[in-house]
């Protein structure tokens, strides 16, 4: 298909049934249509153009004229093609990205499952003192992580951990991790410390000491993480636990008052040689522990105005009658109704301790 040259008056067929007659063909749009008319008319000729026609050559045709038309339509065709060869490679390109991301997605997916996988149970109990776990990553894979491990008869470990950065590098770093505290497999936990009949705990400020060693030691990653890793007595109710750059605590007392359990530590792997303090917390019968991710105080509403610590007290307040995962899904409202929106900029995590 190329250039057509036709009379407007034909025997049989106008010039302009021939055009549009033409223009109907497949493909028939690439080419360039040329009237031969002696009419003038801007009716007529608005006529032409409205059938498909893309020029006009008065008669008599000058051979000059003729010339220069077929030049021009020439060069209108070359960049038709060469345009619609573009669109057909950005259609396959488009395709092939298409096709990427979908498979990016499938593999994003497969990893929540693991990352959630990687959470224990959200609900525990051991003797008097019920664990409760939440865990919401911003995306697909998030760089926080809950969790816990059986030390031995009447103590637990547990931890919450925030990851820098967002996405699959910080999810990758948070499954490693994991993989440091892991329940499954006691003489790979940094934590604890073989005895004769079991294991024991080591002192959560060590603890930090040593992943913190490990983490600086690693010049493969650029993320450093905050932490609380808390050692608890389910019998006494008494918690050890260390603070790393991680929000404080939050305990709810029998009579509702609310404190804040201010000990604040270095983020973990980002200071060789950082130090560490443990503070010390007991908790009565009906009182709670909730320590949570710097996603919850520090999510903005839309006018970038933060929850901040006063805004999660008022929360905590409002929702101190539930329990259990019903009182962390009570705090994750209260953020919904802050943010406007079930979406949010940040992780959120948190650990809630309970003793009945």
């Known amino acids: 298909i190329g250039l057509i040259i036709s009379d407007w008056i034909m025997p049989g067929m106008t010039g302009i049934e021939f055009c549009r007659g033409y223009r109907s063909l497949a493909g028939a749009h690439e080419g360039y ?33 003729l010339r220069a038309r077929l030049k021009a339509g020439e060069r209108i065709l070359n960049a038709q093609r060469a345009l619609s060869a573009k669109n057909a490679q950005l259609t396959d390109t488009l395709g092939k990205l298409t096709d990427a991301y979908s498979s990016i997605d499938r593999d994003l997916e497969q990893a929540k499952k693991f990352q959630e996988m990687l959470v224990p149970a959200r609900r525990f109990s051991q003797g008097s003192t019920d664990i409760s776990l939440m865990f919401r ?32 590098s910080s999810a990758l770093m948070t499954a490693r991790i994991m993989t440091y505290f892991s329940s499954n497999a006691p003489d790979r936990n940094i934590a604890l410390i073989p005895e004769p009949d079991g294991y024991a705990m080591d002192a959560p400020d060590a603890v930090c000491n040593r992943l913190n060693a490990l983490l600086c030691n690693d010049g493969g990653s650029d993320h450093y993480l905050t932490m609380i890793l808390a050692h608890m007595s389910v019998h006494t109710g008494k918690i050890r636990l260390c603070q790393a750059g991680h ?16 000990v604040f530590g270095m983020p973990i792997g980002l200071v060789e040689n950082a130090e560490f303090e443990i503070s010390e917390v007991y908790l009565q019968a009906g009182e709670k522990l909730l320590i949570y991710s710097d996603g919850i105080p520090e999510c903005p509403d839309n006018e970038g105005l933060l929850i901040d610590d006063d805004g999660l007290i008022s929360a905590i307040h409002r929702n101190r009658a539930l329990r259990g995962t019903e009182f962390l899904d009570g705090i994750i409202r209260e953020v919904e109704r802050h943010r406007g929106s079930q979406s949010f900029p940040d992780d959120l995590s948190a650990v809630l301790i309970e003793r009945r």
Do not use: C, W
Not at 43 to 65: H, Q, R, Y
Not at 249 to 257: E, F, H, L, N
């Open 247 to 262: 929000p404080s605590p939050a305990i709810v007392r029998v009579d509702g008052k609310i404190e804040l359990q201010e």
């Open 137 to 168: 990553p911003s995306g697909h894979v998030g760089g926080d992580m809950v969790g816990y491990f059986p030390v031995r008869d009447g103590e637990i470990g547990l931890f919450a951990v925030d990851v820098s950065g967002h996405g699959v």
């Open 33 to 65: 249509f040329i009237l031969l008319t002696a009419q003038t008319e801007r009716e007529v000729l608005a006529e032409g153009l409205e059938n498909g026609a893309d020029d006009f050559l008065s008669k008599p045709v000058s051979t000059i004229e």
